[in-house]
């Protein structure tokens, strides 16, 4: 169970938190969660995601079961610090999307003496490291891996697997599009995906 860290006055450095997992996992859920635990502490909170994730509400970070909270979408890491001045929180959704410099942006946050919590995807539909979600990973204090429940198995899943056809690293979607499976369910998935590949180019 995470537990927020106990504030030390006489120490000025804040810290980060990455919240990861695959697709349908609660991520988002549980950024919301440590987000409203802040605000009713009356911390005062920013929350940002990358505005090319338009799949809900310009001006809200929703989660799958549609909980919300107000969010600022920004092009850029860059964006974030200066939007971000004198917060005592800073809430980043969906940071597998942003540029390399949201690990550093998210740094200086912590060492301003911000709390930063981030959510994202730690892998691609492939199954590799998203992102700077490794970076991140690594230079946080507090790193928690939720699970969704694989639609094959019914174990844990951690792999976000694509059911649609393209092959963009970066395709916005919901359940049409992807679904959560197991590392048994994944692998059978991309060897049968390989097989009809291989099927394709030979005929």
């Known amino acids: 169970m995470f537990l927020e860290n106990t504030l030390n006055t006489k120490e000025q450095f804040g810290w980060i938190e990455v919240i990861c997992g695959s697709m349908f996992s609660g991520k988002t859920e549980e950024l919301i969660r440590r987000l409203k635990r802040a605000e009713i502490a009356q911390q005062k909170v920013e929350i940002f995601k990358p505005s090319i994730d338009l799949r809900y509400e310009e001006d809200f970070v929703t989660s799958h079961d549609a909980n919300q909270i107000r969010s600022t979408p ?3 890491a860059a964006n974030i610090p200066i939007l971000a001045d004198g917060c005592d929180v800073i809430g980043i959704d969906e940071a597998q999307f942003f540029d390399d ?3 550093s942006v998210c740094n200086d946050l912590a060492n301003r003496g911000v709390r930063v919590i981030v ?3 730690d892998m691609d539909y492939k199954g590799n490291p998203f992102g700077p979600m490794p970076a991140l990973m690594a230079t946080a204090e507090y790193v ?3 699970h969704a429940v ?3 198995t019914g174990n844990l899943a951690q792999y976000s697997y694509r059911k649609a056809p393209q092959e963009d690293l970066v395709l916005l979607g919901e359940k049409e599009s992807y679904e959560p499976l197991s590392r048994a369910a994944f692998y059978k998935a991309m060897q049968s995906e390989n097989k009809k590949s291989k099927k394709t180019k030979s005929s």
Do not use: M, Q
Request: contains cysteine.
């Open 74 to 76: 920004v092009p850029a």
């Open 101 to 103: 410099e949201i690990v």
């Open 119 to 121: 959510a994202g995807l």
């Open 144 to 146: 928690t891996k939720v």
């Open 150 to 152: 694989c639609t094959r």
